[in-house]
Structure formats: C-alpha cells, structure tokens
T-cell receptor, first 112, second 111 residues
C-alpha cells in the first residue's frame, strides 16, 4: 500500500462546476497537508497549506482534512478552464525535517 | 521578489555521463530540497540541505549527491546516469517548516 493514494483521473467537468479532489493516506504521523497545482511541464505551485484537521478557505479553494479517516479534500468552486491542471496532494510528519510525500496527482480538465 | 530558479531548463545526456543541476532559493529561504518527478508520477524526495549540510535523504542511491553554498543556493549531481534517471528534477525552498515553494524544474533526458 502506498503511503498516499490519489486517483489519477482525468476528471472532466464543465466550466462553473464544483470540483472535489481527494487523497487518502496511511501514515498517522502526517500532520501538515498541502495541495499543489502543476501545469504541464511546469513546477508545482502551492495552493493550500493546512495543519492537522479542519477546513481552510482561500478564494474559490477550500481544503479539508479529516485525520480520523486519513482523508483530505480540495474543493474548487466556480471552476474555470484555467484551472485545468494536475493537482497534487502532499503531506509531512514533522515541523523540523520537512520532507514531503506526494500523491500521484489528479488531472483536472475544465471545459468551456 | 524572485521565486525559486533552476538551471538549466532542459538537458540531454547519454548513459554513464554525469550531470549537475543548479537551484537558487526564494529570497530569505535557507532550506533547499530536491525531488525527482517521473512522467505521470508525483515528486519523490531525494534530499534536503540546511546550513550547507545534508539534513535528510530519501531512498536514492549514492550516485545522487548534492551541495549547498553559503548563499543557500544548491547543486544536485548525478553520476553514472541511467536511462531511468530521465525525469523532471525539482528544487524547493522553504523557511517556515513544510511550506515549500518549487522552481520550474530541470527536465533531464538520458539517451
């Protein structure tokens, strides 16, 4: 079993839809959770950064963490064609030695 | 404020050769991490440098080595290149623990 599981997609939605992206993990030591957006052949861009369980909202993006279920989600409201990209979840155990463990990424396609 | 920069953008090498990739961290960041991203996969952690020392290392062979300079910039060296080393190599910098910012990457092709 991989430490972080993420459905690779692709996930195709029409413009304006609400998108839900998810990851599950097996390592209960993970405390820091991140979502990155990666356009084709580019470096990952940090979208959301959360600590422990709960919700965090930033504009059209909402990140949710449920540590009891080892499940994290990213919601995108009013999706736009410019949101078409691969979304990577990442997580880390400690605040000091901060190596990230990534999922494989979910490809999102938003059609006009 | 310049973000994380990496050079070169693309690189083509043949098996057995050696390669050096370079990274300049975001202004004010003192920690640099390197990741390898194969096509269709998430980034895999190679190692992390802080105060010019390797602080942590992932599951990569000794052919992969690195260095951090006093100005916090960093190099990744790969010796005896294999076809399987073909990937996007990403550098990430951070100051606050875990909030890592990535550069655009160097795409390495090994023929």
């Amino acid at each position: 079993q991989k430490e972080v599981e993420q459905d690779p997609g692709p996930l195709s939605v029409p413009e304006g839809a609400i998108v839900s992206l998810n990851c599950t993990y097996s390592n209960s030591a993970f405390q820091y959770f991140m979502w990155y957006r990666q356009y084709s052949r580019k470096g990952p861009e940090l979208l959301m950064y959360t600590y422990s369980s709960g919700n965090k909202e930033d504009g059209r993006f909402t990140a949710q963490v449920d540590k009891s279920s080892k499940y994290i989600s990213l919601f995108i409201r009013d999706s736009q064609p410019s949101d078409s990209a691969t979304y990577l979840c990442a997580m880390s155990a400690g605040s000091g030695y901060s190596t990230l463990t990534f999922g494989k990424g979910t490809m999102l396609l938003v059609s006009p | 404020d310049a973000g994380v920069t990496q050079s070169p953008t693309h690189l083509i090498k043949t098996r057995g050769q050696q390669v050096t990739l370079r990274c300049s961290p975001k202004s004010g960041h003192d920690t640099v991490s390197w990741y390898q991203q194969a096509l269709g996969q998430g980034p895999q952690f190679i190692f992390q440098y802080y105060e010019e020392e390797e602080r942590q290392r992932g599951n990569f062979p000794d052919r992969f080595s690195g260095h951090q300079f006093p100005n916090y910039s960093s190099e990744l060296n790969v010796n005896a290149l294999l076809l399987g080393d073909s990937a996007l190599y990403l550098c990430a910098s951070s100051l606050v623990a875990n909030e890592q910012f990535f550069g655009p990457g160097t795409r390495l092709t090994v023929l």
